[in-house]
């Protein structure tokens, strides 16, 4: 007798997948064997950085993206952002040339397929702008969970390129893992919001510090273990 597979309401977006511990594999693999590529050391995540990704044109050309398109920025939960996201953010068009030669880029730096990308976001952030603690992945107690869920589930790989150096203020900060990273502009910096279960990791947990001088300028792609739609 064959049991039909019902979907389990009770989600499997917050526990272990070899699913997602196999897309993790995958993507540590690839980038451990790209020369250009540095591994982070820190035990409990796997991030990646690899410097001049873009060249100063696209990182030029991207910000004047972000500056015609970025509001302030909202929250998945949709809760009120006044000071959790003070940034002004935008997603940004995907059939825009320069958009789609880097989002080309990502993916085949990653080897994550262009189907599991979401739109690619741009971010400025200026004088005591920041974004605070989060995770990237979904957690499933959320209400919004179960839509995201059919939207190509959890977020596991994070890419993020930064677009502009800042004077002061404005790192990345890893507060489980005791690190920060100042941007630097061109420089891309990957990392695996899963564990090597395939299961949310918390030491994912990461901050945009505020800007302290300067205007800081990223671009975000988030990747979903599933095609995204
Ligand atoms: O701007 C940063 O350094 C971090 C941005 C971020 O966390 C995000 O876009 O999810
Ligand atoms: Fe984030």
Redesign the pocket.
């Given at each position: 007798m064959t049991a039909s597979f019902n979907a389990d309401p009770a989600d499997d977006g917050g526990i272990a997948s070899p699913t997602r511990a196999a897309i993790g594999d995958a993507v540590r693999a690839r980038l451990e064997r790209n020369p250009m590529v540095s591994r982070i050391e820190t035990p409990h995540l796997d991030i990646f950085g690899r410097q001049d990704f873009l060249s100063q044109d696209e990182c030029a050309g991207l910000r004047s993206l972000i500056d015609a398109h970025a509001q302030p920025s909202t929250l998945f939960s949709g809760s009120a952002n006044a000071d959790y996201r003070t940034?002004h953010?935008g997603n940004l068009s995907p059939w825009d040339p320069l958009v789609e030669t880097i989002t080309a880029r990502i993916c085949a730096l990653t080897g994550l397929p262009a189907a599991h990308g979401e739109t690619l976001?741009g971010?400025r952030?200026t004088q005591g702008q920041e974004?605070k603690v989060?995770c990237?992945y979904f957690p499933v107690a959320a209400d919004y969970w179960q839509r995201m869920r059919g939207t190509g589930g959890q977020r596991t790989w994070?890419a993020?390129i930064?677009l502009s150096a800042v004077d002061a203020g404005?790192?990345?900060h890893f507060p489980q893992c005791e690190f920060m990273?100042p941007?630097v502009e061109g420089m891309i910096?990957i990392w695996n919001n899963m564990d090597r279960d395939g299961a949310p990791n918390r030491f994912s947990l990461?901050?945009?510090?505020p800007v302290e001088r300067g205007t800081?300028y990223?671009v975000?792609k988030?990747f979903r273990e599933r095609p995204w739609r």
């Open positions: 940034s953010s976001q971010q952030y974004y989060h990237d994070t993020m930064y404005g790192e990345t990273v941007p910096l990461h901050a945009a510090r800081k990223v975000t988030w």
